[in-house]
């Protein structure tokens, strides 16, 4: 597989679309200037297009294997995490004093956005460990932060997310894994968790598992349950290795893509863990992880499109029809303007969540995450469907490639909280829990900023921008049943209306500064006007799906 880093929109999307320079407001990141975002970005593009893309097909056809409880990755990927981990990739947006950079999220996010588009199978291991990294930063103990912290940043080890069970799926309240206080202070953790992406690997020395488990005596439902640390190995007092702990990998599952992924099933067995925060608290201290690793989904969403767009317009440059190179055909430029505008408006809306964290804008980064991380995976498989669509017959036949970016993609949507999901907590937690006080400063602002903004289309973002501020109205207006029926309408319609606002306002941003140049600024100009015309102009019939849909669902018979 051959990939790019799209540096200039990359970098355009950060700093102009999602206002990266706000985080210096106040005096935080002092050291990230120009000239070190650009060594970063250029670093991390070739770390993608030279090391990691050209193993993304072999690992596609190769996938992992299980034998005696030990996982062989394709060949090649243990080198290419040892060049990862050594970069110091892991620890770009991480704590200083256990040995990260601290740097801004958002920045952090764009390099791991390069990093999933040359493999995505590969960059989920990161991935999880950045979640558990957060998890173990925000709620472990001291003693917890000194022994794991400093060997998951540098990537010495790594790092999972064990939530769910076989007869559980999204509904953790059922989780049956157990944990029996031991005379050490420790606990005897005892199920078999499901989906634990990168469980068991050969990359690595030791692999730290978060655990959701029920401790004996705990509430019944999602009250009752607490986080475990859970070692692969043991270790001593000093932090050396031990001996092995009772968990182990008892099978992989056969998946639709991302094959290079191990997707395990992990078997406790009377395995010693340390609780991680309170007893009983232990999904609030998950969902911090969930909630950084939602947002790097929905990177990964924006990471697959680029790679399938990037894919498409070769072949459309190549492959001739009726006499002519398809990209001369309308309809191939019209889906291959559909996957580029729409993958900027979504890479802003993920650097613009991660951003708000940076800034502590906890109200917004709350809202956003949601959002980002529902659209931008939609978007991925949109964009890798159109892909195949435009290698037409041989989209659908393996050899052309197009066909691994819609396998890899589909699975965005559903991990990390499906998008339904995503659409439940837009309305219940964020919408219901401030009483649209977050949604209605960001419709105001994108109010604003069609009104300032000199653009032939800055009409569609004020008329979005209405019919999105209508919709808020009648979700926090709505009984529960009609506002959960309208829940993913309204979420796309936020999506559509806030990438819209963040295209306008890095063009905004970006013509009011010197260094801005013409190239990028007529190009960004152009996706602008497309997506006007053919995203922000559905805003009022999305309007109307999100007040009708209720009442359509309650005639239909299944």
């Not at 092995?244 to 990998?249: E, I, K, L, S």
Request: overall charge negative; glycine content about 10%; some cysteine.
């Amino acid at each position: 597989m051959n990939y790019t880093a799209p540096v200039a929109d990359i970098r355009f999307a950060l700093e102009a679309a999602a206002d990266l320079w706000s985080v210096r407001r106040g005096g935080a990141f002092a050291d990230l200037d120009q000239d070190l975002l650009g060594a970063i970005l250029e670093a991390a593009a070739a770390l993608a297009g030279e090391s990691l893309a050209p193993l993304n097909r072999v690992g596609d056809q190769t996938g992992v294997a299980l034998s005696n409880g030990d996982v062989r990755t394709p060949p090649g990927f243990a080198a290419a995490y040892k060049e990862f981990a050594n970069g110091g990739w892991l620890g770009l947006a991480a704590d200083p004093a256990y040995g990260g950079q601290g740097l801004p999220r958002g920045v952090a996010l764009a390099a791991m956005e390069m990093v999933h588009s040359a493999n995505m199978s590969f960059g989920l291991l990161p991935l999880l460990s950045l979640g558990a990294i957060e998890a173990i930063s925000t709620h472990g103990s001291p003693e917890q932060k000194q022994l794991y912290l400093a060997k998951l940043i540098s990537g010495e080890w790594t790092g999972t997310m064990n939530l769910t069970e076989p007869q559980a799926g999204s509904d953790l309240g059922v989780l049956t894994t157990k944990a029996v206080p031991a005379l050490d202070g420790a606990y005897r953790i005892s199920g078999q968790k499901i989906f634990i992406t990168w469980g068991e690997h050969d990359f690595t020395d030791n692999i730290i598992h978060l655990v959701l488990a029920r401790i004996e005596g705990a509430p019944a439902g999602s009250k009752g349950l607490s986080l475990f640390i859970v070692p692969k190995f043991m270790l001593g007092a000093d932090g050396r290795i031990g001996q092995r702990n009772a968990v182990r990998c008892v099978g992989l599952e056969e998946k639709l893509g991302i094959h290079a992924s191990p997707t395990c099933v992990m078997a406790y067995e009377g395995a010693t863990g340390w609780l991680i925060g309170e007893e009983n608290k232990g999904l609030a201290a998950m969902f911090t992880m969930m909630n950084a690793a939602r947002i790097g989904v929905g990177s990964q969403g924006v990471a697959v499109a680029e790679a399938a767009y990037q894919q498409a317009l070769a072949y459309a440059r190549e492959r001739k029809q009726g006499g002519a190179v398809i990209i001369e055909h309308a309809d191939i430029r019209r889906m291959l303007m559909t996957m580029k505008t729409k993958i900027q408006a979504a890479r802003a809306l993920c650097y613009a969540a991660a951003l708000a964290a940076d800034c502590g804008d906890h109200a917004r980064e709350s809202l956003l995450t949601p959002i980002a991380k529902a659209w931008s995976t939609d978007l991925g498989v949109e964009a890798a469907s159109l892909g195949v669509q435009i290698h037409g017959g041989a989209g659908f036949i393996e050899e052309a490639g197009a066909a691994q970016f819609y396998r890899d993609a589909r699975i965005a949507p559903i991990y990390e909280g499906t998008n339904g999901i995503q659409a439940i907590d837009l309305y219940h937690r964020k919408l219901l829990g401030d009483r649209g006080e977050a949604m209605r400063t960001l419709i105001a602002e994108a109010r604003e900023t069609a009104d300032a903004f000199s653009h032939p289309q800055a009409a569609r973002l004020g008329e979005a921008a209405v019919a999105l501020a209508a919709a808020t109205d009648y979700m926090l207006a709505a009984k529960r049943d009609d506002a959960l029926a309208g829940a993913y309408p309204y979420l796309e319609l936020a999506g559509d209306t806030l990438g819209g606002m963040l295209l306008a306002q890095g063009i905004m941003r970006a013509s009011a500064s010197s260094a801005a140049a013409k190239p990028i600024l007529d190009e960004q100009n152009a996706l602008l006007g497309f997506y006007a015309e053919t995203v922000l102009a559905r805003a009022p019939s999305r309007l109307a799906a999100i007040k009708l849909v209720a009442a359509a669902l309650a005639s239909a018979d299944f």
